[in-house]
């Protein structure tokens, strides 16, 4: 444990003995359950309702409902701008594949 840990955790103790709890909760940085079941429920929801959409032919819908923040690639970098990005322009690399 770090020290900033082992000082959270017995400021969390302290505020816990004196009856606050969720102050002692965060300090400690322990999320209540009832918060972890709200968003597995949100997820459940979400599913299926994405089912029900791509059931009745609206899939981009669908899409949408699973995967609220597409991800999306910014730029196209190539190898080469990488290298030259990180100072490395001028040095010779070479990669392959292999199988395990």
Same mark, same amino acid.
């Given at each position: 444990?770090?020290?900033?840990? $082992?000082?959270?955790?017995?400021?969390?103790?302290? !505020?816990?003995?004196?009856?606050?709890?969720?102050?002692?909760?965060?300090?400690?940085g $322990?999320?209540?359950?009832?918060?972890?079941v709200?968003?597995? $429920?949100?997820f459940?929801?979400?599913?299926?309702?994405? @089912?029900? !959409?791509?059931?009745?032919?609206?899939?981009e819908?669908?899409i949408?409902m699973?995967?609220?923040?597409?991800? @999306?690639a910014?730029?196209n970098d190539?190898?080469d701008?990488f290298?030259?990005t @990180?100072?490395l322009?001028?040095v010779r690399?070479?990669?392959?594949?292999?199988? @395990?």
């Open positions: 444990m770090t020290r900033q840990n $082992i000082e959270n955790t017995f400021a969390a103790v302290a !505020f816990a003995e004196a009856g606050e709890h969720e102050t002692a909760m965060k300090m400690a $322990i999320r209540p359950v009832y918060e972890k709200r968003s597995v $429920i949100d459940i929801e979400r599913s299926f309702a994405a @089912v029900g !959409f791509a059931e009745a032919g609206l899939h819908e669908a949408k699973t995967h609220p923040h597409p991800v @999306v910014k730029r190539t190898l701008n290298l030259e @990180v100072g322009g001028n690399v070479c990669y392959g594949l292999a199988t @395990v």
